[in-house]
Nanobody, 125 residues
Framework: QVRLVESGGGLVQAGGSLRLSCSAS????????VGWFRQAPEKEREFVSVISWSSDHKYYSDSVKGRFTISRDNAKNTVYLQMDSLKPEDTAVYYC??????????????????WGQGTQVTVSS
């Protein structure tokens, strides 16, 4: 059974940092892009960032560009999201997901087949 497990969420003050991790069992991430979404209360889930298998492609939403950094360690089957300069509007449940992509031209066209259970990030003002 495929499982994606997020960790690293928590409560932080505005301007602070958190690093989220997304781990998977076995070869779940092998050759796949993996990324992050978030969902704030009463809002739709939104794309945050995605990284290719080789890490040569990384994309970010405009709302996090310059503040968040995605990376991955394929030996550990883990993808990370370093979140700096956090703002109260970054408060949400963050989900990692495996991406199915055919090409890396923008706008990205993708689907997602596996999701984690989510980790709460709360940024206080």
């Amino acid at each position: 059974q495929v499982r994606l497990v997020e960790s690293g969420g928590g409560l932080v003050q505005a301007g602070g940092s958190l690093r989220l991790s997304c781990s998977a069992s076995g070869r779940t991430f092998t050759y796949y892009a993996v990324g992050w979404f978030r969902q704030a209360p009463e809002k739709e889930r939104e794309f945050v960032s995605v990284i290719s298998w080789s890490s040569d492609h990384k994309y970010y939403s405009d709302s996090v560009k310059g503040r968040f950094t995605i990376s991955r360690d394929n030996a550990k089957n883990t993808v990370y999201l370093q979140m700096d300069s956090l703002k109260p509007e970054d408060t949400a449940v963050y989900y990692c997901a495996r991406f199915l992509l055919h090409e890396w031209s923008q706008p990205l066209r993708y689907s997602n087949d596996y999701w984690g259970q989510g980790t709460q990030v709360t940024v206080s003002s």
